[in-house]
Every structure is written in structure tokens, then in C-alpha cells.
């Protein structure tokens, strides 16, 4: 039975002891996760080494340092801490895209203590690696972008090549400019020269993607999220990304609305069963308006940055997955049209560009409020984490050196990044 915003149904763990969550890495979407189940009462434990946010909500009960996903001895370390804090048997959830990896390749070893929600490699490996999940998408019959992967420069010259497009990394392993900027945009032939010189001397011949880009900004960008269970979904919601930063082509969500979309939730059902998948999920998907067709773009299998939309649609995704990793049932349920997330400070700097670029008129904010909306980092019962995010992230700019990001800043390096100059 399909249930619209769904009463949440009270934790009922079969132990003495409740169990809790452990929470590797991330930002807004590991917030919103911690927020989730703290206001259940589920006890929450954070392990940070890279973002600092998680660790000042007030519903994230411990944090724990630790090297971070890519470290040597990553999973030695984390067992060793997560023994010594006594959280054998808990749900783990990652937080970001270098955590699901670790988790999936990991699985096994992690599943002697925790209860993962991480799937197994073998579908883990499509949201990593672009090449696989574009094949079996299209195996499928779903439509994706133009692409193709050169085998060297001579493979540059094709005739059916249209700019702008962009260059993307075939899998993502260990962080450097290309992979952290997540794509360049490339404008002309010369500059595809150059910078595939530049993504092949970070990834080599193999881990490049030359793919067409889709004409349209964040009006134009859809979303399917959702919590399976063994190739069927129980709690879905689809939204559009009506603005974003940069503007005409983001990489960060601004202002996000919930929606109806048959034919996104149609194909996204179609890739989702034929990897009887379980677990959270939210599939990306770009219109194209020249043929009129959804084309999916991205694969996400972690707690993407605006999950914290759902509870303000009526499903509770963060707890909807916890309880099925505890083992317990959930009702199935769909979110309601009408909810919004926004990341305020982010929202005005691109609403601001859209005026300037003479675009349609931004969404009056005076409604949003009178509306479900749910805030990126700010919460009244949660208000730490929403007052020390800007000071947090001009500390970050400042201090934050990456010699993978080319001696630059995180912060600037992801916007700097975007076509970058020089040889």
C-alpha cells in the first residue's frame, strides 16, 4: 500500500540496548542523517576527518578522529576505535563518495561489527565508475549522455564532437584536481587538447570521459531518492534542482523541490530492479530538451547533500534506512510534491546570478517559509551547526592546503577547477 507522509513508527530495538548509528565522513547530508535519528533518541557517533560540521549538532552523541577512508590503515583503525567505544552491532552509514568505497570494499571485514548499509562492490562500483554504469544503462534501454572514452589524442579528433562538453574522470580513486572539480568544462578544440593532456597526467589513457554536455541549468536537473529493499522500493520521493552554484553548471544544489515525474520514477525503478538493489539511493537525471528525453547522469548510494528534504516530504529516508538495517519493516510510502530544501547563503549568490543573467524571476521566498522546507545546516532545535557553518568554511578556505588540488584551497580549488588555466 502507497502511504503519503506517513506517521514515524516508535523504535522498537529486539536488544537490551538500543543500538545506534555510526556516521563516516560527509557534511549536509551526514547533518541531516545525525538530526534524523537523534530526534528518535537513536545514539549517534560521528568519525570525522576531514568535516567538522556533524560534530556540532547537538543529536551527534560522540565523534571520533580518525585518518579518514584513504588512510593505510583505515579499517584497522576504525575497528579498533569502534571496539574500544563499544558499537559492535551498530547501523553504518557513509557519508561521502570516498566512504562508500571504502565500505564496499570493505564490506565483509565491516560486517563482523556493524551492520552496513553500504551494497556490495559489485553495484557500488557503478556510482564509481561512470563506464560501467552508463554500459549497463544502456543495456537497459535508459538514456544517457553522449560520451566516449579516448584512447589517446589522436581520438580527439572526432567529427561527430560538439562543445561545449565536458571531461570527467572514468572512476574516482584518490583525490586530485580532476576528481575533487568532478568534471571541466571545455569549450573549444584547443582547450580539449589541453586539458585532456592534464586529466590523462592525473588519471592516465584510461581514466578520461569526454561526454557531451546538456544544454539547461538547474531547472533542468531532476532527482530520483529513495530506500530499497531487495530490488523493491518502500520509501521514494522525486525533486527538481530548480537552482544551483555555478548557475549553468553546478555542482552544488541551492534550492531543491519535491515533485511529480512519472518518467523519472519509471526509470529510475527500471536501473534500480535490475540490480535488486537495497539500501539509500538518489539517481540524477538532465532533460534534454533537444530530444525531449531524460538522461541519467549520476549515481549516488549514500546520503546525498539535500537528503534532509524527505522528512519534510513525509518519508523519513535516514530513519526508513536504519530501520530496515536493524531489522525491522517499514511501510512503503512516497513523498508528497510541495517540500523544499534550501541552503540559504548558497541560494541568494545564485538567485543573485540568475538576476543578473536576466533569468526568470527566482522563487518568491516570502511563500518558501508557508511551505514544508527543510534548511541545509540551520535548525531551531539544532542551531549550532547552521551559526558556525560560514565561519567554518572561511576557515577551511584559509587553511586547507591539498597538494592534489594544485597548491590551491578545497574550497577555491572546486570552483577553480572548473577550466583551469595554465600548462
Not at 76 to 86: E, P, T, V, Y
Not at 251 to 256: E, K, L, P, Y
Not at 283 to 294: A, I, M, T, W
Amino acid at each position: 500500500m502507497s502511504l503519503q507522509g506517513a506517521p514515524a513508527v516508535p523504535f522498537a530495538p529486539e536488544a537490551r540496548e538500543p543500538i545506534g548509528a555510526v556516521i563516516l565522513g560527509g557534511a549536509h547530508g551526514s547533518l541531516a542523517v545525525a538530526r534524523s535519528l537523534g530526534r528518535r533518541g537513536i545514539p549517534v557517533a560521528y568519525f570525522n576527518h576531514d568535516h567538522p560540521l556533524v560534530s556540532l549538532s547537538r543529536y551527534t552523541r560522540r565523534t571520533f578522529r580518525w585518518d579518514g577512508p584513504d588512510a593505510p590503515e583505515a579499517l584497522d583503525q576504525l575497528l579498533a576505535i569502534a571496539r574500544d567505544g563499544g558499537l559492535q552491532g551498530w547501523v553504518l552509514l557513509a557519508g561521502g563518495d570516498p566512504e562508500v568505497r571504502f565500505c564496499a570494499r570493505h564490506r565483509a571485514a565491516l560486517s563482523q561489527l556493524f551492520r552496513v548499509t553500504t551494497p556490495p562492490w559489485e553495484i557500488t562500483r557503478l556510482s564509481d565508475d561512470k563506464r560501467r554504469l552508463y554500459l549497463h544503462a544502456a543495456a537497459i534501454g535508459l538514456d544517457c549522455p553522449n560520451c566516449f572514452e579516448p584512447k589517446g589524442r589522436d581520438a580527439l579528433s572526432r567529427p561527430d564532437i560538439r562543445f561545449p562538453l565536458v571531461l570527467k574522470p572514468a572512476a574516482y580513486g584518490e583525490p586530485n584536481a580532476l576528481t575533487m572539480a568532478k568534471c571541466w568544462k571545455v569549450e573549444t578544440s584547443d582547450e580539449l587538447t589541453r586539458l585532456y593532456d592534464r586529466a590523462t597526467a592525473l588519471q592516465g589513457n584510461s581514466g578520461v570521459i569526454v561526454q557531451e554536455l546538456i544544454p539547461g541549468g538547474g531547472e533542468s536537473q531532476f532527482s530520483y531518492a529513495a530506500v530499497w529493499r531487495n530490488g523493491v522500493p518502500l520509501a521514494s520521493l522525486v525533486a527538481q534542482r530548480l537552482r544551483q552554484l555555478p548557475v549553468d553548471f553546478g555542482f552544488t544544489s541551492t534550492f531543491v523541490e519535491t515533485i511529480e515525474n512519472a518518467a523519472i520514477e519509471r526509470a529510475a525503478e527500471t536501473l534500480l530492479a535490475s540490480l535488486n538493489f537495497s539500501g539509500l539511493v538518489e539517481l540524477e537525471f538532465k532533460f534534454d530538451l533537444r530530444d525531449g528525453r531524460y538522461k541519467l547522469l549520476d549515481f549516488n548510494n549514500r546520503a546525498w547533500a539535500w537528503i534532509g528534504l524527505s522528512p519534510a516530504a513525509g518519508v523519513d529516508m535516514p530513519y526508513l534506512a536504519f530501520r530496515l538495517a536493524a531489522g525491522q519493516d517499514a511501510p512503503r510510502q512516497r513523498g508528497r510534491a510541495g517540500a523544499i530544501w534550501m541552503h540559504v547563503a548558497r541560494d541568494l549568490a545564485s538567485a543573485a546570478q540568475h538576476a543578473m543573467a536576466g533569468r526568470p524571476k527566482p522563487a518568491d521566498y516570502s511563500t518558501c517559509w508557508r511551505r514544508p522546507l527543510a534548511l541545509a545546516s540551520f535548525a531551531w532545535d539544532d542551531p549550532l551547526p547552521g551559526l558556525a557553518e560560514s565561519p567554518l568554511a572561511i576557515h577551511r578556505s584559509v587553511t586547507r592546503r591539498a597538494p592534489a588540488l594544485l597548491g590551491a584551497s578545497g574550497a577555491a580549488a572546486r570552483t577553480a577547477c572548473l577550466a583551469p588555466k595554465g600548462p
